[in-house]
T-cell receptor
Framework: GAGVSQSPSNKVTEKGKDVELRCDPISGHTALYWYRQSLGQGLEFLIYFQGNSAPDKSGLPSDRFSAERTGGSVSTLKIQRTQQEDSAVYLC???????????FGPGTRLLVL | QQQVKQSPQSLIVQKGGISIINCAYENTAFDYFPWYQQFPGKGPALLIAIRPDVSEKKEGRFTISFNKSAKQFSLHIMDSQPGDSATYFCAASEGGSYIPTFGRGTSLIVHP
């Protein structure tokens, strides 16, 4: 079946603007994860969902970041008042359940000017 | 504090050679060690993984070697091919935790 999809694939925005990034997980996957990948860095965990709930928000870098998931499927990562340091690739992954293999989407490349 | 240290940052190998990427960890509670392969413009994909009850796992040309006492594990790519050119990430997680800790990645280039 289809893999994890993310949109947009690329986003260029101006400092101070808000952005929304979308993730469509693999159908039936109950767990969904957001990561941030900066140049030369590993994957930084941001947040995960089990169903629609997000028990662990500790990875969100600031209160400008928020995420939600509806219907146990699509998730949206929102960044308010973007800063240049927010520029990165934002990756979404899903898994059949917690502890299962994570399948990653292609990412959204965000550039804040 | 970086819990998983990966080296080298970049690696250039000739076709047919052996590529070796090393990772070291600090948390002795880690018990699952996956390797991910990431091609440009794509998300990471699970390549191979090992648990500490074995010292080696081989899948095709890819082998993980694990040294529990040294808290080190490595990925060996035998007969490296240009199609193996990608970024490789090691990771580690502990039982009950679903969030792997990733190394910073190794950019591998295999010359024809």
């Amino acid at each position: 079946g289809a893999g994890v999809s993310q949109s947009p694939s690329n986003k260029v925005t101006e400092k101070g603007k808000d952005v929304e990034l979308r993730c469509d997980p693999i159908s039936g996957h109950t767990a969904l994860y957001w990561y941030r990948q900066s140049l030369g860095q590993g994957l930084e965990f941001l947040i995960y969902f089990q169903g629609n709930s997000a028990p662990d928000k500790s990875g969100l870098p600031s209160d400008r970041f928020s995420a939600e998931r509806t219907g146990g499927s699509v998730s949206t990562l929102k960044i308010q008042r973007t800063q240049q340091e927010d520029s990165a690739v934002y990756l979404c992954a899903s898994s059949p359940g917690l502890l299962g293999t994570q399948y990653f989407g292609p990412g959204t490349r965000l550039l804040v000017l | 504090q970086q819990q998983v240290k990966q080296s080298p940052q970049s690696l250039i190998v000739q076709k047919g050679g052996i590529s070796i990427i090393n990772c070291a960890y600090e948390n002795t509670a880690f018990d699952y060690f996956p390797w991910y392969q990431q091609f440009p413009g794509k998300g990471p994909a699970l390549l191979i993984a090992i648990r500490p009850d074995v010292s080696e796992k081989k899948e095709g040309r890819f082998t993980i070697s694990f040294n529990k006492s040294a808290k080190q594990f490595s990925l060996h790519i035998m007969d490296s091919q240009p199609g193996d050119s990608a970024t490789y990430f090691c990771a580690a997680s502990e039982g009950g935790s679903y969030i792997p800790t990733f190394g910073r990645g190794t950019s591998l280039i295999v010359h024809p």
